[in-house]
């Protein structure tokens, strides 16, 4: 029995909370990971291994990162037009922050709790069979 | 070419007897022993299941940046508390400092027992894993915490001290097994003498109640016979500052460092025979063996005291390792004059 | 006005991958040859990286000049004795000779130290059922260990056990600043001779992480290239299309001695050891400081502490991993320092032909700058086939160069944000 998205919901917030150990009032969807909530490198290292053992999957590496950018590739065009989609879509993120023009170094900044909550929820309605 | 004078400022202690240095020399004038059987994990299998343990320590006080915390193993944390009592005593300003370092001695790693296990429990084959150091690679890629390296790397003991104070001074970590924190003591403060830092974090910090350091003990026949040696932990951290700079901010002077000797021999002899010894044997007694942050938890109890005459501080270790500091009562006429 | 004692370097000794002592990796390294390939020791197959750069086993029994039992404690033990009694044969030093008592060993070594072996097998009794079972993990652990646990844990023991052998009863210090730490036991040599702690001092590094816990550890903070189709192109420092380090493995160590010294008894001098920086980021636990901080700290301390200035450096034997983060930094912490003048600064990283020695890194990495001064030759870096705006540096692509060398840097940087930096002027 797959758990409920609010369930899912919950348990993602709890997991980034305790990683950054931040209190849970500022661990909201739109949070940036890195941003928001002082995300390094190796953070999202071990928030991808919580997720798998709290969750029972194996999350591919870049799978759960690219979120909104598969297929993108380098292109700064590519990059600039899928930006303005995410944009609509998250009307509640802090785009002030983000670079018009971003390059690949400037995606981890863009990964918000919601980015992560929508990953699991995909994968655990029986979306995209997880390669081991 | 002139070298510098090295005072020490700040003291910071944890051992078994206290989280702090006071705790610590109540418990010792009361004469309150601190040594029991290990609560950390199950040692009965071992020839003497006695430890010293720090308990009651809440780490998160001390900690700038708490997130750094599920980085930090035992030894680490105490080593970050103790860093931060020695700041707090000595009166440091706070702040990013280039010219703070930070020099830390500690001694073997306990190597993640639980996580180690964990991650077999996740693979296909445990017990394959357990004959086999490939299935077990395996089995660590397929399910261990990939920050398990970094929370056993020795030189991260150093590392959390500089990030958590922001201090951009050198840095290492000494590991000359029980001379380590000694021998790391000898360094920060020479690294003061020769202009290399203004203020240095110098002390040792260390764990040794877990299994791989009791077989280590254990092997080596020193938890067998009347006396075996009771394995313990904690942190001992002193703060050196370049004397004139610490004079001129008003600092309280402890000790001046004297003379020192790196190993074995006859220098290390005749540091020891012309000062007051630092109560080694009485905590040891007491708390248990500390391993590298013995000696410097001696000498830092010395320094608490109050220096009526020169005080040795003496580390040596079965291996032959081996490190000596004399520190002088701090030179009070100077500082009247000024 | 006392005259301020100088330090050079008369002896060096290592085992690294693909060479047999330091003449044969000098050759190689100016032949441009990697010693990257597919894992050999064990079976890497599931693993995301499947290629290192294996050092060869030290020829015959170890440790023929120290002559004293290093065996059955682990390949760090065995390549650090060979390295050793190499850089004491080089110098002339025979062991327990006259110059022993009063020299000192400075070492840096790895967390292959600790014996693993035992203590996988009593993890998994720990596992075994479900929820972790200490007492079953300790039991099994006891049981299982294997001779010399204390030594294995121990890179002290490994010191004293190299200073007894050799004789030296000087002052003695082990240090494990990660893969800083090759740089900083010379430069604490450096610093003891100085000072006038000791005339003589054997300093080296040891490490190898090329084991399977070694590798999966790594792989798992992805820091690791994953070219395995094509190794010798795998480490590629500065170049766009690096993907992470190679790990390497070996030891190498140097005798160095105070100047006056070395000449009275006519030995050899490969190059002069003018200073010694190190410092820390103090950032965050991996990632580096964005515009190297800790790095462009520990250069400029280097060359304060030589009396020497950036417009004197001619070479830069960089840190060079080839991760992307990285060796950008190291870029712009060289760019802070230097300035325009990095324009005319040969800058070239071993690691694109060995790999990354982690804790051994920095000792070899300064063995590679001695030689370059002796020579008067930098070696090129391997694989320099895409640009990088952001690493637009001199890292000599074409192959090995003449250089007038007058000064070099050595750089090691370490996980934690620890930096050291060695300044080597001609002799």
């Known amino acids: 029995m797959n758990p409920s998205p609010s369930e899912i919901e919950s348990r993602v917030l709890s997991i980034v909370a305790d990683a950054l150990d931040q209190p849970a009032e500022r661990v909201t969807l739109d949070a940036s990971l890195v941003d928001d909530l002082g995300a390094e490198s190796i953070d999202f290292l071990d928030i991808v291994f919580r997720l798998e053992s709290d969750f029972g999957l194996k999350i591919p590496e870049e799978e759960i990162w690219q979120g909104s950018f598969d297929g993108v590739g380098d292109d700064p065009d590519a990059l600039a037009e899928r930006l303005a989609q995410l944009k609509v879509r998250r009307p509640g993120f802090r785009w002030d922050r983000v670079p018009d023009r971003p390059t690949r170094s400037d995606l981890p900044r863009l990964i918000t709790v919601g980015t992560v909550v929508e990953y699991l929820e995909k994968r655990l309605s029986g979306g995209a069979a997880s390669p081991e | ?80 508390c103790a860093a931060a009592m020695a700041l707090e005593d000595a009166g440091f300003p706070a702040g990013p400092c280039d010219g703070l370092g930070v020099s830390i001695g500690t001694s073997g790693s306990d190597l993640g027992a639980e996580e180690l296990s964990a991650a077999l429990a996740r693979s ?54 029980w001379a380590a924190g000694l021998s790391a003591i000898v360094e920060g403060a020479a690294w003061i003498a020769e202009g290399r830092a203004d203020a240095v974090l110098a002390g040792g910090a260390d764990s040794a109640v877990h299994p791989f350091a009791f077989a280590a003990l254990e092997q080596k026949g020193l938890l067998s016979g009347p006396s075996p040696l009771v394995p313990a932990e904690g942190a001992a951290v002193v703060l050196f500052e370049e004397r004139e700079a610490a004079l001129a901010r008003g600092a309280r002077l402890l000790g001046e460092v004297g003379a020192h000797a790196l ?39 010395s320094l608490a005291e109050g220096l009526a005459g020169p005080v040795a501080a003496v580390a040596m270790g079965p291996a032959g390792e081996a490190s000596a500091l004399l520190v002088l009562p701090p030179d009070e006429a100077a500082r009247s004059a000024a | 006005m006392r005259t301020r004692r100088r330090v050079v370097v008369t002896g060096a000794g290592l085992v690294a991958p693909g060479a047999d002592g330091a003449a044969g990796l000098w050759e190689n390294l100016l032949a441009g040859r990697s010693a990257i390939g597919p894992i050999r020791r064990f079976d890497a197959s599931s693993y995301p990286t499947r290629i290192a750069a294996e050092a060869l086993a030290p020829a015959g029994a170890p440790a023929s000049v120290l002559g004293e039992e290093f065996g059955g404690r682990g390949r760090i033990w065995d390549f650090a004795a060979e390295a050793a009694s190499q850089a004491l044969s080089a110098a002339g030093l025979a062991p327990r000779g006259p110059w022993a008592a009063s020299a000192g060993l400075s070492l840096a070594t790895g967390m292959g130290t600790y014996g693993h072996a035992e203590v996988f097998g009593a993890a998994a009794a720990g596992a075994a059922r479900g929820g972790f079972d200490g007492k079953a993990f300790a039991e099994e652990l006891r049981l299982g260990l294997l ?60 490490d190898s ?22 190794p010798e192109r795998a480490s590629r420092p500065f170049d766009g299309a690096r993907d992470g380090f190679v790990l390497g493995e070996g030891a190498g160590f140097l005798v160095l001695e105070e100047r006056e010294h070395a000449r009275a008894r006519g030995a050899d001098v490969l190059a002069e050891v003018a200073g010694f920086g190190s410092a820390c980021d103090s950032y965050r636990v991996t990632d580096p400081h964005p515009e190297g901080l800790g790095a462009a700290l520990a250069m400029r301390r280097a060359l304060d502490d030589a009396g020497l200035s950036p417009d004197d450096v001619d070479y830069v034997n960089a840190h060079g991993t080839s991760t992307p983060g990285g060796d950008r930094v190291e870029v712009r912490a060289m760019k802070a320092v230097f300035g325009s003048r990095l324009d005319g600064v040969a800058v070239s990283s071993t690691k694109s032909m060995i790999g990354h020695l982690t804790v051994a890194a920095g000792a070899v990495e300064a063995i590679v700058t001695a030689l370059s001064l002796r020579d008067g030759r930098v070696h090129p870096t391997l694989n320099q086939e895409l640009r990088d705006p952001e690493c637009e540096i001199d890292t ?28 080597f002027v001609r002799a």
């Not at chain 2, 929370?151 to 201090?167: D, F, G, K, W, Y």
């Not at chain 2, 109560?279 to 942050?293: K, V």
């Not at chain 3, 992480?209 to 094509?230: H, K, Q, T, V, W």
């Open chain 2, 1 to 80: 070419m002139r070298e510098r004078r090295v005072v020490v400022t700040g003291l910071g202690l944890l051992t078994p007897l206290g989280t702090g240095l006071g705790a610590t020399r109540l418990a010792l004038a009361e004469g309150r022993c601190a040594i029991a059987p290990a609560t950390l994990f199950d040692a009965s299998p071992f020839a003497s299941p006695l430890a010293g343990e720090v308990r009651g320590l809440d780490p998160r006080a001390y900690f700038r940046v708490p997130k750094a915390l599920k980085l930090c193993d035992r030894r680490t944390r105490f080593a970050v």
């Open chain 2, 124 to 177: 296909e084959d445990p017990a394959l894993s357990a004959r086999d150091t490939d299935a077990f690679g395996e089995a660590a890629l397929a399910g261990l915490n990939p920050l398990w390296l970094l929370v056993h790397l020795p030189n991260m003991t150093s590392a959390h001290v500089a990030i958590q104070r922001e201090a951009r001074g050198p840095n290492t970590t000494v590991m000359t097994g």
């Open chain 2, 263 to 301: 190993s074995a021999g006859t220098r290390l002899a005749a540091l020891a025979a012309d000062a007051t010894p630092a109560p080694s044997r009485q905590l040891e007694r007491l708390a248990g063996n500390l391993l590298a942050a013995h000696a410097p938890a001696a000498l830092v109890l």
């Open chain 3, 147 to 206: 001779p010399h646990a204390a030594d294995r844990q121990s890179p002290g023991a490994l010191a004293a056990h190299l200073a007894r052998a050799a004789g030296i009863g000087g002052p003695l210090l082990a240090s494990m600043t990660a893969c800083a730490g090759g740089t900083q036991a010379v430069g604490d040599a450096f610093r003891w001779i100085r000072r006038g702690e000791a005339d003589v001092v054997l300093a080296g590094a040891s």
């Open chain 3, 209 to 230: 992480e090329i084991y399977p816990m070694g590798l999966a550890s790594f792989c798992l903070l992805g820091a690791l290239s994953r070219r395995n189709d094509a």
């Open chain 3, 396 to 423: 000599v692509p074409e192959g090995a160069r003449r250089v007038d060398l007058r000064a070099a840097l050595s750089n090691s940087f370490a996980f934690g944000g620890q930096t050291a930096c060695l300044a």
